[in-house]
């Protein structure tokens, strides 16, 4: 019984990209990503090769969503040199929350700041489409004080076509700014609902 409740609205979601590198001769870049996620968790690994070298890339979350939204999240993303360990705790307003989180401040995981933080997230079902948007802010402060410095984001696009009522295929995009690195992914896949 537990199990099932765990397991219940688990997507399992898989998917393959090769491309040709940009600085030649090197062997061809891919990344097989492998993850399940709901609502209220989401686990991710990615192997990669990008210009010749191997990368993996994790990201676990959980989340409590209410009238407070609570999320613990541990990413370390070696492609991109980004690794941290955080807590978003932030009150929640409808569609926006606000609020606070803790990161640490380095790849040891032993230092952390404080600072706000806030997200705005809306999704729109449509017959046979999903589709999900979402911002997360972070003020992070720095001896600057510039807004355009201390600004870092998480940007999301999701949207899905059914299939059948148990399997999606998706586009998903992701532009982010954290830690002082600027990247973005884009790609297709398929989701399978347990």
Same mark, same amino acid.
């Given at each position: 019984?537990? +199990?099932?409740? !765990?397991?219940?609205?688990?997507? +399992?979601?898989?998917?393959?990209?090769? /491309?040709?590198?940009n600085i030649q001769p090197n062997p061809d870049d891919y990344e097989f990503s492998l993850g399940f996620s709901n609502q209220f968790y989401h686990l991710n690994r990615q192997w990669e090769? $990008?210009?010749?070298?191997?990368?993996?890339?994790?990201?676990? &979350?959980?989340?409590? $969503?209410?009238?407070?939204?609570?999320?613990? $999240?541990?990413?370390?993303?070696?492609?991109?040199?980004?690794?941290? @360990?955080?807590?978003? &705790? /932030?009150?929640? !307003?409808?569609?926006?929350?606000?609020?606070?989180?803790?990161?640490?401040?380095?790849?040891? @995981?032993?230092?952390?700041?404080?600072?706000?933080?806030?997200?705005?997230?809306?999704?729109?079902?449509?017959? *046979? &489409?999903?589709? +999900?948007?979402?911002?997360?802010?972070?003020?992070?402060p720095n001896d600057n004080d510039n807004f355009e410095e201390i600004l870092e984001y998480e940007a999301v696009f999701d949207i899905k076509y059914k299939l059948t009522e148990n399997i999606?295929?998706?586009? !998903?995009?992701?532009?982010?700014? !954290?830690?002082?690195? /600027?990247?973005?992914?884009?790609?297709?896949?398929? $989701?399978? *609902? @347990?």
């Open positions: 019984m537990i +199990l099932d409740s !765990l397991l219940a609205g688990t997507i +399992l979601f898989t998917s393959f990209a090769m /491309r040709t590198p090769r $990008e210009l010749g070298n191997n990368y993996i890339d994790d990201i676990l &979350w959980f989340k409590y $969503e209410s009238k407070f939204y609570l999320k613990p $999240e541990y990413l370390d993303k070696q492609s991109k040199s980004v690794k941290y @360990l955080k807590l978003d &705790w /932030r009150k929640t !307003l409808k569609y926006v929350n606000f609020g606070f989180t803790t990161r640490s401040d380095d790849d040891d @995981l032993k230092n952390y700041s404080t600072f706000f933080s806030g997200q705005v997230k809306r999704t729109a079902e449509i017959k *046979k &489409w999903v589709i +999900l948007g979402s911002f997360d802010g972070y003020l992070v999606l295929i998706y586009n !998903l995009g992701k532009f982010n700014k !954290l830690q002082g690195q /600027r990247y973005y992914k884009a790609k297709i896949g398929l $989701e399978f *609902k @347990l």
